[in-house]
């Protein structure tokens, strides 16, 4: 890593998506069938893992979403009820390898979109899974329907050198992260920053800037981590939002992601880019 | 403008979203029958425009959709079928003011997504408004939905100086403009950015930077505009997708930014982020 900064887990280009094979329903039949062609294997509502963190790949039998290539390996996975047991879901994201984390994301996103999404919301009818997973389409209105992706912003708010980290009420003991919530329609990822500190901790900002991004799947959130200046460290904490708000000087911050025990505060997990967003603050 | 970058049309912060009032309907009753609060006019489907392109508002008669306030007077509108006509909204988003289109944005995208979102889509019953149009419950199941706002990323492909554009079919003639497409689950915007590029003109790229943010309630995009360093200029171009891909040199760019009548393209609209890009990329 030396010379590059950290890449938030969950990036990376995952499988080749072969996004026009999608429309060839010959082609993904004939891929479903084909010899060297694998399936995802789901355990317990979460893609399984070996002991070292990769994902499990079987036989296709049910090929119902097309995830992509790897290499000429064809790769699906069924529809499953996924897991959003966060006591299940974190050790999970503790031991899965970065290498397969993109592919992780992909399938554990398009497999749950799909549970939620059986009927057509324009009209209420049940609706068909086509374009190998990748949309559905009603059979009586015609509507065809994506799968979400839902954009949040993630961000570090500095002032006079010390950052901006909340707790939320299900957060571990101790755990402080970056601030965060879902940009809405209408606005730019500048002004959703904006307004989310503002909401959540009554201060103003200035100069946001983009860091990273990163697929969060649980259930189809996309990251978008930001840096920000405050115009005060006056802090007016939304407290329905949060248990708590404080500014961290840098070596406090150091030492929470060195994970010492003295530590004033203990840092976001690896899988989580709000880790991500303080180690490129530490080094920048 | 001296010496800033050139914003987006859409940017901006629009109405205090005053988000914590959603959830409390005896606050909304209030706000929606008081003695200030107005509600947008829709005429054929868009917003109406005074003719010097700003929003009309008139007396709240059926305050549906809560959009925010305005210093002490709260803004409404109703849930409407929107117009999805290309002849019309453009000439109409020529003559919006800049101030007024963040606003123009939220109230377009919040009405079309509840016109197109009436059923629950994970039991097909019809569900219902709440927190002040800012979500639908349906009464069966209790699932939440929310309204639904889709990354795209928009980016030009820079070679040895040059800029690569391309011509969606139902573009003007002579109108070239930033590749784009929708960032899907289990992806980075830099991964997105990378396949769009791959596989609409067959360039594989390094180096991408975020440049700038644009909400495009048409019905309800958000445009991510990057910048990406491609690795070669031979093109392999989706002809499914583009009529046609070049690269194009600065004073290319210049002259059709400029509207010079022997530009080699036309370029995109005041409105279009794709023109931000061509700017900002000039002006660096």
């Known amino acids: 890593m030396t010379g590059l900064p950290p890449e938030?887990?969950?990036?990376?280009p995952g499988l080749d998506r072969a996004d026009t094979l999608r429309g060839d329903a010959g082609?993904?039949?004939?891929?479903?069938?084909?010899a060297g062609t694998l399936q995802l294997k789901w355990r317990e509502g979460l893609p399984a893992l070996t002991a070292d963190g990769r994902l499990v790949w079987e036989p296709a039998s049910n090929p119902e979403l097309f995830l992509g290539l790897d290499g000429q390996s064809a790769r699906f996975c069924t529809i499953e009820e996924v897991s959003a047991d966060a006591r299940a879901v974190l050790p999970h994201l503790a031991l899965l390898h970065a290498?397969?984390?993109?592919?992780?994301?992909?399938?554990?996103?398009?497999?749950?979109?799909?549970?939620?999404?059986?009927?057509?919301?324009?009209?209420g009818q049940l609706s068909q899974v086509i374009r190998g997973g990748w949309s559905r389409q009603c059979p009586e209105c015609g509507a065809e329907h994506y799968p979400r992706v839902d954009p949040v912003v993630?961000?570090?708010?500095?002032?006079?050198?010390?950052?901006l980290l909340g707790r939320q009420p299900h957060y571990p003991a101790g755990r402080y992260s970056a601030l965060a919530g879902f940009v809405e329609v209408g606005e730019t990822l500048e002004a959703a920053v904006a307004r989310e500190l503002f909401e959540e901790a009554g201060i103003r900002v200035r100069d946001v800037r983009y860091v990273a991004s990163q697929p969060w799947p649980f259930p189809s959130s996309l990251m978008v981590g930001c840096?920000?200046?405050?115009?005060?460290?006056?802090?007016?904490?939304?407290?329905?939002?949060?248990?708590?708000?404080?500014?961290?000087?840098?070596?406090?911050?150091?030492?929470?992601?060195?994970?010492?025990p003295d530590a004033p505060f203990q840092a976001?997990?690896?899988?989580?880019?709000?880790?991500?967003?303080l180690e490129r603050w530490l080094g920048a």
Do not use: Y
């Open 154 to 163: 993630i961000m570090l708010a500095e002032h006079d050198g010390r950052l």
């Open 99 to 123: 290498d397969d984390a993109p592919v992780f994301a992909a399938a554990f996103s398009l497999a749950r979109w799909h549970t939620r999404h059986r009927f057509c919301a324009n009209c």
């Open 227 to 260: 840096h920000a200046t405050a115009e005060s460290d006056q802090l007016r904490i939304d407290t329905t939002e949060l248990d708590d708000a404080r500014w961290f000087a840098r070596e406090e911050v150091a030492a929470a992601l060195a994970g010492e």
């Open 8 to 12: 938030p887990f969950f990036s990376g």
């Open 27 to 34: 082609a993904l039949q004939a891929l479903a069938a084909g």
């Open 268 to 277: 976001p997990p690896k899988a989580a880019i709000a880790r991500t967003l």
